[in-house]
């Protein structure tokens, strides 16, 4: 089953260059082509070598990029085989040779993974809130730390675990970085080891996350900004359901991740050039959230003073709350946030004051923005995919 039936069309754009159309027209044509938005977990990001999947229907053949792995289906690697699956925004699973993988759930709250054999490097964003589960064949292993975590398992079914950055929980134990955990017929054994010491898969997988936090910066404004505020305007993804989104960039052809907050690192302590407020997006948020819980003088839910300001003088979408969400939910990015370098966050009930805790300055000093901009012609929402956290600035939940 493919992620987005039009990647396809979207990397023929990335080689074969737009079309240039009227500049409206352009703005939403080639934003709906070129960046896909997703928030869930499952997408197949890099595939080298020969990578099968066994799907919950029974189904088995090659798992190829662009693919997606529900819970259930089975990822196997060849000798020479790996790959790179996205997990929930910011976090992402590489598996090595040998290897046999699954997911068991794939929620933001409750993600567990079950690896029954060979080699994993997990980039994990994770709080107390939002831990990650690994079953593997000596128990399951609680990441409750963002950071960046190696698992081996034997063919006796041993698992040794390294715990490069973050924190693990192993039933009532707690392993911090820099050690490693042998866990084994015999038990349990904790040792030091060396994080200078990496071999090619390593060195693979700090790379892609290199590579994969740089390609933020090439997320160009004029053309991703219309689909980010588009899509969020029409329900397709929200602010307290991640810690960001993933986006499709065709010139990497790569999902990368796009934080909602500000000043973030990857695990790895790759800085993440980008944001969601660089591209004005706290206006929108402030404006769907009055339209949708009737915030602002007169508490109106359905109308606004003004008209629309942007190309063609449309009438905004008429937004709707995606299931869950509620007014005043306290939105998870704000506790992984920098507690340095910050801007001012939305003022949410309950959010307190970290990072200033209020709304960013207005034109006009207006409290409330007036209806933004909407982009012409109202543009097909992306279609979403899966998959979340920082570094050497210190984040909340870090060790």
């Known amino acids: 089953m493919k992620f987005f039936s039009v990647v396809a069309i979207a990397l023929t754009l990335a080689i074969g260059g737009e079309t240039v159309f009227s500049q409206n027209d352009t703005l939403r044509a080639a934003a709906g082509d070129k960046w896909l938005i997703s928030a869930r977990a499952g997408g197949v990001n890099f595939v080298d070598g020969d990578v099968r999947i066994v799907r919950s229907s029974g189904i088995s053949g090659r798992l190829l990029k662009g693919d997606s792995v529900e819970i259930g289906d089975r990822v196997t690697t060849s000798k020479d085989g790996k790959a790179e699956i996205l997990l929930n925004p910011g976090s992402f699973i590489r598996i090595a040779g040998d290897t ?50 190696r698992l081996d398992i034997g063919s006796d079914a041993g698992v040794r675990l ?34 200078g010491e990496r071999d090619d898969f390593e060195n693979w997988s700090r790379t892609r996350a290199r590579d994969l936090a740089r390609s933020v910066a090439d997320l160009q404004k004029k053309s991703f900004q219309p689909v980010l505020i588009n899509s969020y305007l029409g329900g397709e993804w929200n602010i307290t359901s991640s810690f960001g989104l ?58 606004t003073s003004g008209s629309p300001t942007g190309t063609g003088g449309q009438t905004p979408p008429s937004p709707r709350p995606p299931a869950g969400e509620a007014r005043g939910k306290r939105p998870p990015f704000i506790d992984m946030q920098p507690s340095t370098g910050s801007p001012p966050l939305i003022d949410f009930p309950d959010a307190g004051t970290r990072g200033g805790g209020s709304v960013p300055p207005m034109k006009g000093g207006s ?21 979340d956290r920082p570094s050497p600035i210190r984040v909340k939940g870090d060790n």
């Open 162 to 195: 390294e715990v490069w950055k973050g924190k693990v929980e192993i039933g009532e134990r707690a392993v911090k970085s820099g050690k490693a955990v042998l866990i084994g017929s015999g038990g349990i054994e904790v040792a030091k080891f060396d994080r």
């Open 246 to 303: 993933w986006i499709y960039n065709p010139r990497f052809a790569s999902y990368c991740f796009f934080p909602f907050g500000w000043n973030w690192y990857s695990p790895y302590g790759f800085a993440i050039p980008s944001s969601m407020w660089w591209y004005q997006m706290s206006q929108y948020i402030l404006w769907r959230d009055r339209m949708i819980y009737g915030a602002g003088s007169g508490g109106s839910s359905t109308t």
């Open 100 to 149: 046999a993988f699954q997911f068991l759930t794939t929620n933001l709250d409750d993600l567990q993974l079950k690896i029954d054999r060979g080699s994993a490097i997990l980039e994990i964003y994770a709080s107390k809130d939002f831990k990650v589960n690994v079953q593997t064949p000596a128990g399951v292993v609680t990441i409750a730390n963002t950071g960046v975590y």
């Open 367 to 387: 409290p409330l923005p007036a209806p933004p901009p909407v982009f012409a012609p109202q543009p097909t929402a992306p279609t979403t995919v899966p998959m």
